[in-house]
C-alpha cells in the first residue's frame, strides 16, 4: 500500500497543466475508460450528480470555444485545437 500512496502523492506534487494538444482523434475506448474513471471522484453525500459530455464536433467546439470562454478568448484556440472537449455538467435536484 505504501507504494501505491507514494506513487498517489508524487503524482499530485508533479502534476502540470497542459494547454497544447496533439489534433489526432481519441479512441472512444480510451475516452470512456477515463470519463468511467472520473466518476469514482467523490461528490456530496454521494448524490453522483456530475454528467460528462464529449463533444468532438468541430462547428459544436467552435461554437463553445467562442461563446462559452466567460471572456477568457486566449483558451479559443486551446478549445478549438483539442481533438475532444469533456464538458462536466451537474444535475440539479
Given amino acids: 500500500m505504501s507504494g501505491e500512496k507514494n506513487?498517489?502523492?508524487e503524482n499530485m506534487?508533479?502534476?502540470r497543466s497542459i494547454r497544447k494538444y496533439q489534433e489526432k482523434p481519441i479512441?472512444?475506448?480510451v475516452m470512456e475508460e477515463i470519463i468511467k474513471e472520473?466518476?469514482?471522484a467523490p461528490s456530496w453525500k454521494n448524490s453522483q450528480v456530475v454528467r460528462y459530455v464529449v463533444v468532438?464536433?468541430?462547428e459544436l467546439k467552435s461554437r463553445i470555444a467562442n461563446d462559452a470562454v466567460?471572456?477568457?478568448t486566449y483558451n479559443?484556440?486551446?478549445i478549438e485545437h483539442a481533438a475532444a472537449?469533456?464538458?462536466v455538467t451537474m444535475i440539479q435536484g
Fill in 38 to 40: 472520473a466518476s469514482f
Fill in 70 to 72: 466567460l471572456g477568457f
Fill in 27 to 29: 479512441p472512444h475506448e
Fill in 7 to 9: 506513487q498517489v502523492l
Fill in 13 to 15: 506534487k508533479t502534476r
Fill in 85 to 87: 472537449l469533456v464538458v
Fill in 56 to 58: 468532438e464536433n468541430p
Fill in 76 to 78: 479559443t484556440g486551446t
